[in-house]
């Protein structure tokens, strides 16, 4: 009886100790947003946050997680501001579309049905290009050029990759929306641990090197903080 419940009790305090992770990390990926100015600072923050949230699903959570936040968000600072350029670009063109298509869909212009479909089809596309890059960065240290190669190609070359992101980002949504108060708890977290998870899943079947097989670990056997080199699979 007193094993079943030091059984039960560990594994609550498990997942208590998981989703107080998660909270944390949501707002370390936010105060880096802020301190970057957004701009800069978005895509140093996802990819410093999906770095703990690797080791989290790896099963070795970080013990300091603001320490290493911040030793990942300053490692490739402005590498990774240099990364965000294109997806900010297409945002700003995915927002112009939005304002377009409102407009045509107010006038009843027939052009508004082809800026929904641009609408939808950019976004997407976007979305799961920023997430592959996002963790692309968290394992490999390369150019932003090879990035933006290797993260625009990935989601259409691994469809059902895209599909089983589409959709469990879409659930994701849905659950978060029907509760609204873990938006701002786990609001960033939550979709970069799902994203992390399944893309991850995949840079391992197509690199001999991921850290899934054990060639890249520090000498504790932890999975290394900083990105290491990769040889370009794009």
């Known amino acids: 009886m007193d094993d079943y419940a030091i059984g039960w009790a ?7 100790r998981f ?29 410093a946050a999906a770095i703990l949230l690797g080791r989290l699903r790896a099963g070795q ?15 490739q600072f402005w590498h990774l501001a240099v990364v965000a350029i294109p997806f900010q670009a297409a945002a700003v063109l995915i927002f112009l579309d939005l304002v377009a298509f409102q407009t045509t869909a107010v006038a009843g ?20 290009a920023a997430f592959s890059a996002i ?52 609001g960033a977290s939550a979709p970069l641990f799902l994203a992390g998870w399944l893309i991850d899943h995949r840079l391992a079947a197509l690199d001999a090197t991921h850290p899934a097989h054990g060639a890249v670990r520090n000498e504790d056997g932890a999975l290394a903080l900083a990105p290491s080199a990769r040889t370009s699979t794009a």
Do not use: E
Request: proline share 5%; hydrophobic share 60%; net charge positive.
């Open 109 to 128: 212009s027939p052009v508004s049905a082809v800026l929904l479909v641009l609408l939808v089809v950019a976004s997407i596309g976007t979305l799961l």
């Open 135 to 186: 963790t692309i960065c968290t394992r490999y240290r390369d150019s932003a050029r090879a990035i933006w190669r290797y993260a625009f190609v990935l989601p259409f070359v691994s469809p059902v990759l895209s599909l089983s992101l589409i959709l469990g980002l879409g659930a994701l949504t849905l659950a978060l929306f029907q509760f609204g108060v873990l938006i701002p708890l786990i």
């Open 19 to 47: 989703a107080i992770a998660l909270v944390v990390i949501n707002l370390l990926f936010i105060a880096g947003t802020i301190a970057g100015l957004v701009v800069f600072g978005v895509f140093p923050a996802a990819t």
């Open 61 to 75: 959570p970080s013990d300091r997680l603001v320490r290493d936040f911040s030793t990942a968000y300053r490692a």
């Open 10 to 16: 560990g594994k609550v305090m498990h997942w208590l």
